[in-house]
């Protein structure tokens, strides 16, 4: 146990995390450099294509130190973006330590500070590395200070690297063996293992990640989940080397898998206690943060032959994707469709992608909601996340929203902009305070409704690119709740209905009927386009009559580039819906979520 090291890496987005990852990977020689390919930890498409990291991913990485020994070094991947917290802090638990990677350009930002505390709490070790040093733009000396003022760390043990030259990898090796503690933990005491993670595997089934923490597990063993009480017997124990390493037992302070025949990840839950069925410990161990979904969404099919493929699509995705949330949902527009719960709009729209791109489904998304709690005129309360739901509002006696903590850190000159866009999000300032280099972070308070719309990308966009951005949900407070429905031709589409504070209702109205009459083509009769609260009609826009004859062009003959047109038209029509007599395309449920 003396030879093993667990930790992670956490660090703001883009600081570098993958590519440093697979610069320790590759010196640990697990795998050939052939064989290798960059930013290997990120295995999902979608996570390569945007560089973010989501998924967990832990890796076994045997280094031979100074000292003559060879360590287990176990890297426990952590996603870094803010909607994936709560896995961090679930990897987190099981390490000793964390290296703390700061981009030495960019410097400390919102969440280099969240993923601190979080080290923090779970008592880690922290071993600093300033990363980017190749960048003409590195400024390591004002770094140097973030971390001693910012941070309260000690700026004499960071360790200076290039992740993308390959400089410094050998000196983090060597710093996470000399300075991290050893695991402790009894091999005869009984089971206690940590679930940090689990993925399916379509021949084995889910295979859990886990970090045991008291005792020894073997293959053949029949263990119990605490949490429920479900037993396994256990087929197969092994590590993480890129590839499935059998082993014949895993010990106290070890990190690795197990497979006992779990059909899918569901079953198993991320926090959970593994113990010995015959000799269970006595008590779980303590428990994590569970991933609640905040953000919710209909999605449907455009095509009305497409919810069979769709049901399969979400079956398949929900075995590698326990915080997926979703129940049957139908809409008098769209269908039959599922109502889904995500962790943040990220989460949403990574499911989005892998829905289009791996199952090749054409999908519309309802305007993302929070959950709102109704208390009745009888006394009664009713929760609501879905606008179709929405009561009779005469039978409510007052409605609430979560609300957030927000830390965001930004130069000081932009903090003008930045009160302007949270007081316009109904925020709260709650507090500032000076960090080191003319920064600021700033504290607010705001209404999680306000922030799951294109928060951080205005966020971005006023601070041209240097705000970051962080939060905690903190309680639920009273609002002034409406719902705001879109008529087309009189019709209500109640697809494009959404929940929204009072105050921003006629702007918000506004801003979709005419985003509404751009996305809507014109067709052979005019389509009134209406927002309404209630009876009362509070925006409308109108498109007026068109008749589009796609072959008017192709004069005379050429009947086969006719054909065409008429297929190319046929196509884009795949993308439309129809709802009453007007074609309404995939662009204008979008349309409806923009702000501005
Ligand atoms: P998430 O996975 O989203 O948390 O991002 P990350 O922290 O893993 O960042 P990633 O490794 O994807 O790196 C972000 C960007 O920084 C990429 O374009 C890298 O090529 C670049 N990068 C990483 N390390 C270095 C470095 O040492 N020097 C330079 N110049 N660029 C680097």
Redesign the pocket.
């Known amino acids: 146990m003396k030879n093993i090291r667990n930790f992670s890496i956490i660090?703001?987005?883009?600081?570098?995390?993958?590519?440093?990852?697979?610069r320790l990977i590759q010196s640990s020689k697990i795998i050939s450099d052939r064989d290798f390919k960059d930013?290997i930890l990120?295995t999902m498409d979608i996570?390569r294509e945007?560089?973010?990291?989501i998924k967990s991913q832990t890796v076994c990485l045997p280094y031979k130190s100074k000292d003559g020994k060879t360590y287990d070094l176990n890297l426990i991947d952590t996603?870094?973006?803010v909607d994936f917290t709560y896995e961090v802090s679930r990897a987190l638990a099981s390490c000793e330590g964390a290296l703390l990677?700061v981009?030495a350009s960019q410097g400390v930002e919102a969440q280099t500070l969240a993923n601190l505390y979080l080290a923090l709490e779970h008592n880690l070790e922290i071993i600093p590395v300033i990363?980017?040093?190749?960048?003409p733009s590195a400024d390591i000396d004002r770094v140097k200070d973030q971390i001693e003022e910012d941070l309260g760390l000690d700026p004499e043990t960071a360790i200076l690297?290039?992740?993308?030259?390959g400089?410094g990898i050998d000196d983090v090796m060597e710093a996470t063996v000399r300075m991290l503690p050893p695991p402790v933990g009894d091999a005869a005491a009984p089971l206690e293992a940590l679930i940090f993670d689990s993925h399916y595997d379509p021949f084995r089934g889910t295979i859990v990640h886990f970090r045991i923490k008291q005792g020894t597990i073997r293959a053949g063993d029949r263990i119990r989940f605490m949490s429920n009480n479900a037993t396994y017997k256990v087929e197969e124990v092994g590590v993480f080397q890129i590839v499935r390493v059998p082993k014949k037992e895993l010990c106290a302070g070890e990190v690795g898998y197990m497979i006992a025949g779990i059909k899918t990840v569901s079953d198993t839950r991320c926090g959970d206690t593994v113990t010995d069925h015959r000799r269970p410990c006595s008590k779980p161990l303590p428990g994590f943060k569970e991933a609640k979904p905040v953000v919710f969404s209909s999605i449907y099919p455009v095509a009305s032959d497409g919810y069979e493929d769709l049901v399969v699509a979400m079956e398949k995705l929900k075995l590698n994707d326990a915080s997926l949330i979703y129940e049957k949902d139908s809409s008098a527009a769209l269908g039959f469709g599922f109502r889904c719960g995500f962790l943040g709009l990220l989460h949403l729209e990574v499911v989005q992608e892998r829905l289009e791109r791996e199952y090749d489904l054409s999908l519309i998304l309802t305007a993302p909601s929070v959950r709102y709690r109704l208390i009745m005129n009888d006394g009664d309360e009713l929760i609501i996340d879905n606008p179709a739901l929405y009561p009779d509002p005469t039978n409510i006696e007052y409605a609430m929203e979560p609300f957030i903590k927000a830390a965001i850190i930004v130069p000081d000159r932009y903090m003008g902009a930045v009160m302007k866009l949270c007081l316009e999000r109904r925020g709260i300032n709650k507090n500032y305070q000076y960090l080191t280099n003319n920064r600021l972070e700033m504290i607010f308070e705001l209404p999680l409704g306000e922030v799951i719309y294109d928060f951080y990308d205005r966020l971005k966009s006023i601070t041209q690119g240097y705000g970051s951005f962080d939060y905690e949900l903190i309680e639920y407070r009273r609002t002034d709740l409406v719902k705001l429905d879109f008529l087309i031709n009189g019709e209500r589409v109640d697809a494009l209905s959404m929940l929204i504070h009072r105050d921003n209702a006629v702007a918000r109205a506004r801003v979709a009927c005419s985003k509404l009459k751009d996305e809507i083509p014109r067709q052979m009769f005019k389509i009134a386009i209406q927002g309404a609260i209630g009876g009362n009609i509070i925006s409308r826009s109108t498109v007026s009559a068109f008749r589009k004859d796609v072959t008017a062009k192709c004069y005379g003959g050429d009947i086969s580039r006719k054909r065409k047109l008429l297929e190319k038209q046929k196509k884009g029509k795949k993308r439309m819906k129809m709802v009453g007599q007007v074609m309404l395309p995939q662009s204008a449920f979008l349309a409806v979520l923009k702000t501005d």
Not at 11 to 22: V, W
Not at 50 to 53: A, D, E, F, K, S
Not at 161 to 165: L, M, N, W, Y
């Open positions: 660090a703001h987005i883009d600081h570098g995390k993958s590519t440093l990852s697979d930013q990120d996570e945007r560089g973010i990291t996603p870094g973006h990677l981009d990363n980017k040093i190749d960048l690297v290039s992740a993308k030259e400089l």
